[in-house]
């Protein structure tokens, strides 16, 4: 490209390709970076502005910039998006036939081309390596890095042959870009894609205009409902499920309490998912209904709340997906709603999933990071924000800095569940899940209360001081702080080594006061 030389490169690029004013956060100082040739590693947040770090160097740059993205899905439209601005760009993946692939290599080979966008599992392939050999390479850009590191929740085992970009192209720069890293995730990229010498640029993970919420689960629909109609009435949002059953009846329910909400899913045919999304992105005020596998790359500015209708695997997974919330930077919501079963339901997926036991403690630890962010008494954006290595003082936009959560002293209660637990767990070949357990404390003889002779139990009984709901909050908790485990498929209670030293009267209990519900059926006090 021929540029004037009176601005400097990087910025007259951005306003005449991009049509953008000035640069964002550290983009310039990263631009100049890998203009100048240096290795950088990029850490933004969702929507910080990541892909302009590698596409204006590119231009800028002699020679083409090399993508690696695992995104497969969006390559066409992010080339698409590209060549609308006049940017030569071209992806090469394994959705394309042998003819699709031969044009775009020919471009490439030509000079034709300012960005090649590439799988990760192209550069396992000698015949690509030597393409790019043939050719002249401006950068590499790995976006997604972390999943490179195999401590994180979304590794690619093709990563790991990155590294040998820079054994064979010493001297291109390269650009690593993330927006979910744990200092620990950060230095295993660097060390996994040999980026000793790179630049740090770290952004602030900090989202101030989202208002963090996180609710005990009840009756989620109204509690929904009751979110949409009084404090987002005709506005855009995404609403996560964990099933696509429970997307589809949850559209359908809002659609008959009069809140437009289309499903989006994997079991959706292609054309389905496709008017969705882009009646999401075009129409106003649309509301959908979501699996995780909606929201990669869309980019669309006035979503004013994600709300969660079943825990997220992970703090990165929270992040990113509620992340897509107020890119405006106006005033937006992040709402979940949890409850015992989701932390029944996941202990039970952990335990039961695939892959080995070094698999199922990473599993299990993300989910310790979420539950211990939906527990906690203290401001939620700095439990956040120091999950991801960044200090914080308390923001005065989340739900426990507005109404702080008291906590009470619960050792008693938990010595009650887990001596229950305890006595249960000697009839091994037995299973018995929270709702025995509850049944047995509140001293319910119901039919299998009786067939397992469990009135004769010395705990049969001991816990009326509390309601059925009150004592499912305090097994949710001890769940969450590693108190008690679920084991296999049937989601049986069992005792973890903590819990013996509450069993010893060692340690003592914290829980959080659940916020007494509005028409809680009997049992409940004059409110
Ligand atoms: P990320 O990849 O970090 O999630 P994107 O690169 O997709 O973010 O950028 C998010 C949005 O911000 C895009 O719509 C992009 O065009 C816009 N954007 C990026 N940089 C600038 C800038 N300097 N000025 C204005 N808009 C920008
Ligand atoms: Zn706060």
């Not at 799988?119 to 950068?139: C, H």
């Not at 229950?420 to 209360?449: N, P, S």
Request: proline share 4%; with cysteine.
């Amino acid at each position: 490209m021929t540029l004037p030389h009176t601005t400097a490169p990087a910025l007259d690029t951005l306003r005449r390709v991009f049509g953008y004013d000035a640069f964002r956060g550290d983009q310039q100082e990263i631009i100049d970076t890998v203009v100048g040739g240096g290795d950088a590693l990029v850490l933004m947040p969702t929507g910080g502005g990541k892909s302009l770090c590698y596409q204006i160097p590119a231009l800028v740059r002699d020679g083409v910039g090399v993508v690696v993205s695992p995104l497969i899905a969006l390559m066409q439209d992010q080339v698409d998006a590209l060549r609308a601005l006049g940017v030569r760009a071209g992806f090469l993946n394994s959705t394309q036939d042998f003819d699709e692939r031969r044009l775009v290599e020919a471009e490439f080979l030509a000079g034709e081309l300012d960005l090649l966008y590439l799988a990760p599992e192209r550069l396992k392939v000698e015949s690509t390596l030597r393409l790019l050999d043939q050719g002249r390479v401006a950068l590499f850009a790995i976006d997604e890095a972390h999943c490179v590191a195999q401590w994180g929740h979304d590794f690619r085992p093709d990563y790991l042959t990155l590294s040998a970009l820079h054994e064979r192209w010493p001297n291109v720069p390269r650009i690593a870009l993330t927006a979910t890293a744990t200092e620990a995730t950060r230095t295993e990229i660097a060390n996994r894609l040999n980026l000793t010498e790179a630049r740090h640029f770290v952004s602030s993970f900090d989202r101030p205009n989202i208002q963090y919420r996180i609710v005990a689960k009840n009756r989620p629909e109204q509690q929904l409902l009751e979110l949409l109609t009084t404090e987002h009435k005709g506005d855009a949002g995404i609403i996560y499920c964990l099933s696509r059953a429970s997307t589809e009846r949850t559209a359908t329910f809002l659609s008959q309490n009069g809140i437009e909400a289309l499903p989006y899913h994997a079991g959706l045919d292609a054309r389905t998912r496709a008017t969705h999304q882009s009646r999401f992105l075009r129409e106003d005020g649309l509301v959908v209904v979501a699996t995780i596998a909606f929201g990669m790359g869309i980019d669309k500015p006035d979503v004013r709340f994600v709300a969660h209708l079943d825990l997220p695997k992970s703090v990165e997974g929270y992040y990113q997906e509620t992340g897509r919330a107020g890119r405006d930077g106006l005033p937006s919501t992040a709402w979940l709603a949890y409850g015992l079963q989701d932390v029944v339901q996941q202990r039970k997926m952990i335990a039961t999933s695939e892959g080995d036991d070094a698999h199922r403690r990473r599993l299990g630890t993300h989910l310790d990071a979420m539950l211990a962010l939906c527990e906690t008494v203290r401001c939620r954006r700095v439990q956040l924000l120091n999950y991801f290595g960044e200090a914080a003082e308390p923001c005065g936009n989340c739900d426990t800095c507005l109404s702080p959560p008291e906590s009470w002293d619960g050792t008693v209660p938990a010595q009650k569940v887990l001596s229950t637990v305890y006595r249960l767990d000697r009839e091994r070949r037995q299973k018995f899940g929270v709702g025995h357990v509850v049944d047995i404390l509140l001293g319910r003889a119901t039919a299998k209360v009786s067939q397992h002779n469990h009135e004769s139990l010395t705990v049969f009984g001991v816990g009326t001081e509390l309601s059925e709901p009150e004592w499912r909050g305090v097994v949710r908790q001890l769940l969450a702080q590693g108190l008690l485990t679920v084991e296999g498929d049937h989601g049986t209670l069992v005792l973890t080594e903590a819990s013996g030293e509450v069993l010893g009267r060692r340690r003592e209990v914290r829980l959080r006061t659940e916020p007494k519900r509005a028409g809680r059926s009997a049992g409940s006090s004059s409110r």
